[in-house]
């Protein structure tokens, strides 16, 4: 329920920058410097709330799975920070409820920044019951370094 009042919130702020923006286009012709700068300004906003709203509105989601590729080495977890600010995901784990993948320390995605981790990397030996995205239907959980669930996606 938190996680849809939220995001109805940034569906406002985006209609709300919009229309500022909007008001902004307006005086377009002035050619004035500061103007240009508050519309890309507004415009870089407006972007940033359109990934927060299309991908997840926690600081750190799982924004894409790649679980079906012709080689188990292949697949991939990927991760997003939605935050303005670095984040460290050192001792953070991924999870499909058999096995575990820890994400090595010092590990930091940037602002709006994306991370992959491949099978190579969470399944190195391809054991089914290790991290292994199944095709058939499986979901992956993101945990921080104290155990707090992040976001999780199912397939």
Same mark, same amino acid.
């Given at each position: 329920?938190?996680?849809?009042?939220?995001?109805?919130?940034?569906?406002?702020?985006?209609?709300?920058?919009?229309?500022?923006?909007?008001?902004?286009?307006?005086?377009?012709?002035?050619?004035?410097?500061?103007?240009?700068?508050?519309?890309?300004?507004?415009?870089?906003?407006?972007?940033?709330?359109?990934?927060?709203?299309?991908?997840?509105?926690?600081?750190?989601?799982?924004?894409?799975?790649?679980?079906?590729?012709?080689?188990?080495?292949?697949?991939?977890? %990927? $991760?997003?920070?939605?935050?303005?600010? #670095?984040? !460290?995901?050192?001792? @953070?784990?991924?999870?499909?409820?058999?096995?575990?993948?820890?994400?090595?320390?010092?590990?930091?995605?940037?602002?709006?920044?994306?991370?992959?981790?491949?099978?190579?990397?969470?399944?190195?030996?391809?054991?089914?019951?290790?991290?292994?995205?199944?095709?058939?239907?499986?979901?992956? %959980? $993101?945990?921080?370094?104290?155990?707090? #669930?992040? !976001?999780?996606?199912? @397939?």
């Amino acid at each position: 329920m938190k996680r849809q009042g939220v995001k109805t919130g940034l569906i406002l702020a985006f209609v709300l920058l919009a229309a500022i923006l909007m008001g902004c286009a307006k005086d377009w012709g002035k050619e004035n410097a500061a103007r240009r700068q508050e519309i890309a300004e507004l415009q870089a906003g407006l972007d940033a709330l359109e990934r927060i709203i299309r991908e997840g509105d926690g600081e750190i989601v799982i924004c894409d799975v790649c679980f079906s590729p012709s080689d188990v080495y292949d697949e991939e977890i %990927t $991760l997003r920070n939605n935050c303005w600010h #670095e984040i !460290d995901i050192g001792g @953070w784990r991924l999870t499909d409820g058999e096995g575990n993948y820890k994400i090595p320390p010092g590990t930091v995605i940037e602002p709006y920044q994306k991370w992959t981790v491949t099978g190579r990397e969470f399944n190195p030996t391809r054991y089914t019951r290790g991290l292994f995205l199944s095709n058939a239907g499986d979901s992956v %959980t $993101l945990y921080d370094a104290d155990d707090n #669930e992040k !976001d999780k996606k199912s @397939w």
